[in-house]
Each structure stands twice: as C-alpha cells, then as structure tokens.
C-alpha cells in the first residue's frame, strides 16, 4: 500500500495566524482526502483534492478557510487560515489507491491554536 | 443520510476476547472497514470485508457482517495490552469514495 508522510505531524499556533500541512505520497494516486478529526470525536471529511481540478469540499467547509492544493500526482497541502481555538484537531490526508478497498491514511497533524 | 454508530468504551482483560460492534444504515455500503488509532497516531488498517461476505478471518482478528441487519463486529481473540487503541468502523458506498466513520470504541485492555 502507498506510504504518506505527512508534516509537521504538531504545531502550536496563535490565533489569526495560518497552517499549511504536506501530504507526499511515495506513488501516484488520483484522488486525495483531507480529514479532521476534532478532539474525542470521529473524522469528518473535509474536502477531495484530485491533480489538475478544484477540491471539493464538503457542507460546512469552505475554500476561504481551507484552500488545499494538489499540483501533482504525488503531493497536496491543506491551510488552516485565520486560525481559532476551535480549529484544534488532528487533520489527517488519505489516499485511495484505486483498488476499492483500504484507504491509506498519513500520521496526522495535531493542531492546537492558542 | 449515512451514519455509523459505535459503542463507545471497552474494557477487557489480557487474554480474553474483544468484541467491537458497529451499526450502519446505508445498505449500498460496498466495503466496510475496522481502523485503528494508537495515541497520538493516525489510523491503521485493520481489515476489511466485502459487502458480499459473512465472515473474514486474519490471524487474531475476525470480522463478521450481518447484512440483513446492518451490523459488523470485529473479534480480536487472545487481546494484548498493545491492543488497546481506538478503533473505528467505517463504510463506503459505490460512486463516492470517501469513507463515513463511526465515533470510535475506545479498547483498554488491562494486564
């Protein structure tokens, strides 16, 4: 299954200021995830990133807030902008590797805003 | 809508059995997942099973799925210390390849 490797895997950041994540995959993947998943809670799928095409995002998320690029097969970023306290959760990146079945997940990125 | 609903906490003893059960409602769900999270860490496959299938056995891990009622579970026999984690049921559907997650059951195993 692919690898991701996925930065900084922490951060602790003010409030107002923004967060850019990396996902690089070791394989080319069409389609990539980004998910969050608040404190105690599941993960919610934030937006679908494909190479070449704006990501989609889901209800309740917006590009303002998470613009997400994705410039080549093997590689996406997510930023967290204008950040606030509720924006603390871990944000994971997820890949289907195009045989329906396992989605491969990064380590994740724990954000905490202060 | 889709939804994916887990017990919430588990608590077993080393070497006993564990069994996590999740309930969906979506019934064109195609693949059903069990993930694992480790603290601090991201999610890990455990397994997986087909819509298609009743049962799916790995090594310590057994999945059953009851279709007519919409409910999975996942056995983990002879459960270790290092086994515990959360873990998390999730479904996808054909035509939309993203996955819905249930809240996750946290598993302490204690010695």
């Known amino acids: 299954s692919a690898v991701i490797s996925q930065k900084p895997s922490r951060d602790i950041c003010q409030r107002g200021t923004s967060l850019t994540i990396q996902c690089q995959v070791d394989s080319q993947v069409t389609m990539m995830f980004w998910y969050r998943q608040q404190p105690g809670q599941s993960l919610t799928l934030i937006a679908t990133a494909n190479q070449g095409s704006e990501a989609t995002y889901e209800s309740g998320f917006v590009i303002d807030k998470f613009p997400i690029s994705r410039p080549n097969l093997t590689f996406s970023t997510l930023t967290v902008s204008n950040m606030s306290p509720e924006d603390s959760s871990i944000y994971l990146c997820?890949?289907?590797?195009?045989?329906?079945?396992?989605?491969?997940f990064g380590s994740g990125t724990r954000l905490t805003v202060v | 809508g889709e939804d994916v609903e887990q017990s919430l906490f588990l608590s077993v003893r080393e070497g006993d059995s564990s069994v996590i059960n999740c309930t969906y409602t979506d019934s064109s769900s195609t693949y059903l997942y069990w993930y694992k999270q480790e603290p601090g860490a991201g999610l890990q496959l455990l397994t997986y099973?087909?819509?298609?299938?009743d049962m799916k056995q790995d090594q310590r891990l057994t999945v059953l799925l009851n279709k007519k009622d919409k409910h999975l579970s996942l056995r983990i026999a002879d459960t270790q210390t290092g086994d515990s984690a959360i873990y998390f049921c999730?479904?996808?559907?054909?035509?939309?390849?993203?996955?819905?997650f249930g809240k996750g059951t946290m598993l302490l195993v204690s010695p």
């Open positions: 999730a479904e996808s559907n054909p035509g939309y390849s993203t996955l819905t």
């Open positions: 099973i087909f819509s298609n299938m």
């Open positions: 997820s890949v289907e590797e195009g045989t329906n079945y396992g989605y491969t």
